[in-house]
């Protein structure tokens, strides 16, 4: 299961269709889930802090959240989302493809805004909340094409988009910046390159020399370099990862605790057991019945 899996196991309505991908879907920290993993995907994502407080990463930066507030997240950006100490929060996600936005002749929308904020040549805040002053502006316009999306009314495309254009618009005319990226494109991609590897294979059992040869360095520098990086080690995120695929499965199948451990990438169960107690502060049992 890889992340996107991950997170369609949540209970979502896909808005619109193929020819118009906008998609919204509501969660809950942590009764639906502890934490979503670090990744990344080509569409752009808000997430809307409705309720509570949490803890959002984007490209290594740390937000602390609370309610209301919108966080923007570009396309190919590395982000995660968690519980921020025994708190809750509850937000939507609203997901959708840049293609949506752009035009096909290239126009001065196109050229002068949006591809430079995609390339890294202008930048948007990535944290918006009440202090920006046309902050309820902003918000209205998620809140006006979540209306949208309870009745679709014929041509709710246009709606939708004229929606995302002057959200856009907003943001471009007060908040926009052309200073200088925190992070090196270079430190993303190589990352990039792992947090996928995790995804498509945390399931199986991976060595340091497994994923140091799969994105091309020798193992002392793939360990120094996720290290500082991330904080942690490779064996401490990569047990931290199946962890979260655990939990998750303990809630939405019916899988015994063995198969699921073995789903996850554990073949001992007894490790199994101690590191998820460790995590979650219960036995994987317990948690099951807790839901």
Known sequence: MNILEYENYQEKKAHGNPGFPYTTYLCSIPLDFATVPLHWHDEMEIIYIKKGNGAISVDFQSYF???PALVLILPGQLHSISQHEMDSMEYENIIFHPNILLSRQTDD?????????????????????????NYTEIAACIDEADEICKTYPKAYQFALKSQLLRFFYLLFSTCMDTGASPIKPRALDKMKQIIK??????????????????????????????????????IDYLNEYRLTMASRLLYTSDSSILDIAGEVGFDNLSYFNRLFKKRFGTTPSNYRKSR
């Open 109 to 133: 929308c196109t050229k002068d805004f949006l591809l430079p904020l995609f390339s890294g040549t202008v930048f948007l805040p990535t944290l918006l909340t009440p202090s920006l002053k």
């Open 197 to 234: 590897y995790i995804e498509c294979n945390y399931m199986k059992k991976i060595s340091i020399a497994d994923i140091a040869d799969a994105v091309g360095l020798s193992q002392s520098h793939f360990m120094k370099y996720f290290k500082n990086t991330m904080g942690t080690s490779f």
């Open 65 to 67: 959240v609370t309610a």
